[in-house]
């Protein structure tokens, strides 16, 4: 099933070449037509503006224009009517035949219903969270998850093959300061003096789980590690920290196909070679200050060494950025385009980075590395997730893996549910800044946005498995006993094609959340109004609307399943 646009766009290129053929059209080339909703609904369905857009190559009124258009449209099952609005708008109304029919359309394309073809044949890959396995999934980080999940899933409804990677960054700063904090706690596990840093002091992870684990790694190894450095405690709490991460995962039906370790481009030599290749092309030079350096930049600059720096500038960037620092190590930004390059060395048609805010520089810089290396930058695609607020009582919780506070994923699920958190953290924007109402999501009633959505798919359940127990079938259903009623949420339903591609072309895989509410909002009513199993409803009519909810239950399973959710059938 293709989304109706495109076949309503179709139907009006075929009559505009028909017309030129005829001598009702000059020459021109035909433009990309869209096709949207009117503006009013007592309009129609659909409507084409193409006409307005033609005025000036075809030297015509729009109206004549849209006139010439109808007078060829070729005919289509689908369409009901068509009429001609001035100032030349084309506006189509939808069979009610056809719409009923689409109730057998929709059961029989079941779980694939509106799998498209836009990504058949290309590969897409999903890099999300990616977060240093410092500390435990927070509200944040989790964004970020579900998120790149969800794209994950329209992707694949899209036709592309699709990869989902974690980018498992454990070389930096940070994961020493881990690896240090959990070397104190291990040793005062051991009942040894030690110096808790000051609260103030960020360098210090103070979770409580690394208490844990210093007590399980007493276990493990006893006093064997007492004059050990900080590489052996980076090295158990990282593999501990991330199979609770990958855990914590799991419980929200995230899984990665992927986890692409950051040592790997050392230990390969593949960060040495990019540099090594920016060079040769004359994008690196060796200074203490940048070129062009400001007085102000050359006074807070003055007493550091010479470093590395990337002539960023010239592709655009409004500064240089230093690659390798006066000490010899690089920045972030050496690895990040060596990982890049190694991505589109394997192969993949599109790349999405989902990134939360504070890289939003960073994720430019790496582009235009991806450009000075004569790469195709224009397969990278970024998200950038805005922070969370988790709220709770009409107060914001506070979050920090290093100070220790943080509500974490697992918290949220025990206290809501997996499709919960999944559901909340993906309906807004992710350019939005999202405040996750922790009394809101515990709520089981339909002020719950999941409760609601969920809760369409259960009736349309409950009613067939009712319907079964009383020994009656939709099967041979007669649809044309079917009212304005249905027909309405039909219209909705097929709506869901146009919503999928835009949400894979757009990288915009909140826009399923929104779908799911409105169907949802215009379903409700519909069924407290459209019985099929009262005792004045004919036996035919019920056979008919019985049939209508098999298809609905089949449209909410779905939606709910590209956002990752669950379709219960009780509740």
């Known amino acids: 099933m293709k989304p109706l646009p495109h076949a309503h766009a179709r139907l009006v290129e075929q009559a505009i070449r028909a017309a030129q053929a005829a001598g009702d059209l000059p020459l021109f080339d035909v433009p990309v037509i869209e096709i949207r909703p009117p503006k009013r609904s007592d309009q129609g369905d659909y409507a084409a503006a193409v006409a307005l857009q ?11 224009i849209a006139t010439a258009i109808y007078k060829h449209l070729p005919a289509a099952d689908f369409i009901g ?9 084309i506006n189509f109304r939808l069979s009610e035949s056809w719409l009923r029919s689409q109730v057998e359309t929709i059961i029989a394309q079941g779980d694939r219903l509106f799998q498209l073809d836009l990504g058949a044949g290309r590969r897409a890959q999903v890099e999300f969270v990616s977060a240093n396995p410092s500390g435990p999934l927070t509200v944040g980080r989790s964004r970020g998850a579900v ?20 980018y498992f960054n454990n070389a930096g700063a940070q994961m020493i300061n881990l690896g240090n904090s959990l070397r104190l706690r291990y040793l005062e596990a051991l009942g040894q003096p030690v110096t808790i840093p000051d609260p103030d002091d960020l360098t210090f992870y103070r979770g409580d789980y690394l208490i844990d684990f210093a007590h399980d790694l007493v276990k493990e190894q006893g006093e064997s590690l007492v004059d050990a450095d900080w590489q052996p405690f980076k090295a158990y709490a990282e593999r ?13 039906n995230i899984r990665h196909d992927v986890f ?18 920016l060079q040769a092309r004359g994008y690196l030079y060796r200074a203490q ?63 999405v980075n989902v990134l939360g805010a504070d890289h939003g520089t960073q994720h430019k810089v790496v582009k235009y590395g991806i450009q000075a290396l004569g790469l195709d930058a224009s397969k990278i695609n970024v998200i950038i997730v805005q922070m969370v607020r988790a709220i709770r009582g009409g107060k914001e919780v506070r979050m ?83 009212g304005e009623a249905e027909l309405r949420f039909i219209r909705k339903a097929l709506e869901l094609g146009e919503v999928i591609e835009l949400a894979a072309t757009q990288l915009e895989a909140h826009r399923v959340a929104f779908y799911a509410l409105e169907l949802a909002t215009l379903f409700h009513p519909i069924y407290d109004s459209v019985r099929a199993l009262h005792s004045d409803v004919p036996t035919e009519v019920a056979k008919a609307r019985l049939r209508f909810y098999r298809a609905a239950q089949i449209v909410f399973r779905r939606v709910l399943t590209l956002m990752g959710m669950s379709a219960p059938e009780r509740m």
């Open 54 to 64: 033609l005025a000036k190559a075809a030297g015509m009124n729009p109206f004549d």
């Open 81 to 89: 009517a068509v009429e001609v609005i001035k100032p030349g708008f």
């Open 147 to 166: 998120v790149g999940d969800a794209t994950a899933r329209v992707l694949e409804a899209a036709g592309y093959t699709v990869e989902r990677e974690y």
């Open 240 to 252: 501990r920290m991330f199979e609770w991460i990958r855990e914590s995962l799991a419980r929200v």
């Open 260 to 277: 692409f370790n950051e040592n790997t481009l050392y230990d390969s030599g593949a960060v040495w070679k990019t540099l090594d290749d």
């Open 289 to 351: 200050l940048p070129e062009g350096a400001s007085e102000e930049e050359r006074q807070d600059m003055g007493g550091k060494g010479e470093a590395v720096w990337f002539r960023s500038t010239a592709l655009g960037d409004e500064k240089d950025r230093v690659m390798v620092k006066s000490d010899g190590t690089p920045t972030y930004t050496l690895p990040d385009i060596a990982y890049h390059v190694n991505k589109l060395e394997r192969g993949f048609d599109l790349l």
């Open 400 to 482: 920090s893996t290093r100070r220790g506070i943080y509500d974490t994923l697992d918290d949220l699920v025990d206290q809501t549910s997996p499709d919960v958190v999944r559901y909340m953290l993906l309906a807004r924007s992710p350019n939005s800044h999202l405040d996750f109402d922790l009394d809101l999501a515990v709520k089981q009633s339909n002020d719950n946005p999941v409760y609601y959505i969920q809760n369409a798919h259960v009736r349309c359940a409950g009613i067939l498995r009712e319907a079964t127990a009383r020994g009656l079938s939709d099967a041979g259903a007669d649809l044309a006993l079917l």
